[in-house]
T-cell receptor, first 116, second 113 residues
Framework: AQSVTQPDIHITVSEGASLELRCNYS??????LFWYVQSPGQGLQLLLK??????LVQGIKGFEAEFKRSQSSFNLRKPSVHWSDAAEYFC??????????????FGKGTKLSVKP | GAGVSQSPRYKVAKRGQDVALRCDPI?????LFWYQQALGQGPEFLTY????????KSGLPSDRFFAERPEGSVSTLKIQRTQQEDSAVYLC???????????FGDGTRLSIL
């Protein structure tokens, strides 16, 4: 069955430190991959996506992610975290039906806290 | 508006009551999705529309849940005879078509007493 695993429930980093959030997926075909961010009481905002091509993708707010097929991973990174990055981060996969996207399967999320 | 709009933002209902949640997608977006997000969990897929056609309702947890999009724009998720386990945030998302990323609304937080 398709699934997404985010092994870290809660991560705390100091402001200015680097960040890596882990995401592993189980999927029968080549998936579309996404990272979303959710602030309290808000909906989900798309940070970045991978559909095909270059396995290192750049997103908004200085985030990037690398698709590693051999490890079934799509980890999110940021070189220097800002206090405003504190939020919950969700990794998601979508089915790739001949290039079409369907519903998303989400991980349980990683809550990021930032220390001043 | 510029984004996906959901109303109400908060809904409190007594167990057994019926509720209706509304989603206004981004203008021109063909695809519309509903997700349920329980506390501390990631969103889980409920149902998908392409224009007015409901193409996938495999995620609806019971026959108490019903969704419609009669004119291919606004969608309503209805829950009949609500139960306590229905308490969650209900998220709506729309996309230009199935090949484009989904844009989410801020959700409706439903609390069943």
């Amino acid at each position: 069955a398709q699934s997404v695993t985010q092994p870290d429930i809660h991560i705390t980093v100091s402001e200015g430190a680097s960040l890596e959030l882990r995401c592993n997926y189980s999927y029968g075909a080549t998936p579309y991959l996404f990272w979303y961010v959710q602030s309290p009481g808000q909906g989900l905002q798309l940070l970045l996506k991978y559909f095909s091509g270059d396995t290192l993708v750049q997103g908004i707010k200085g985030f990037e992610a690398e698709f590693k097929r051999s490890q079934s991973s799509f980890n999110l990174r940021k070189p220097s975290v800002h206090w405003s990055d504190a939020a919950e981060y969700f990794c998601a996969v979508g089915p790739n039906y001949g290039g079409s996207q369907g519903n998303l399967i989400f991980g349980k999320g990683t809550k990021l806290s930032v220390k001043p | 508006g510029a984004g996906v709009s959901q109303s109400p933002r908060y809904k409190v209902a007594k167990r057994g009551q019926d509720v209706a949640l509304r989603c206004d997608p981004i203008s021109g977006h063909v695809s519309l999705f509903w997700y349920q997000q329980a506390l501390g969990q990631g969103p889980e897929f409920l149902t998908y529309f392409q224009n007015e056609a409901q193409l996938d309702k495999s995620g609806l947890p019971s026959d108490r849940f019903f969704a419609e999009r009669p004119e291919g724009s606004v969608s309503t998720l209805k829950i009949q005879r609500t139960q306590q386990e229905d308490s969650a945030v209900y998220l709506c998302a729309s996309s230009l078509d199935r090949n484009q990323p989904q844009h989410f609304g801020d959700g409706t937080r439903l609390s069943i007493l």
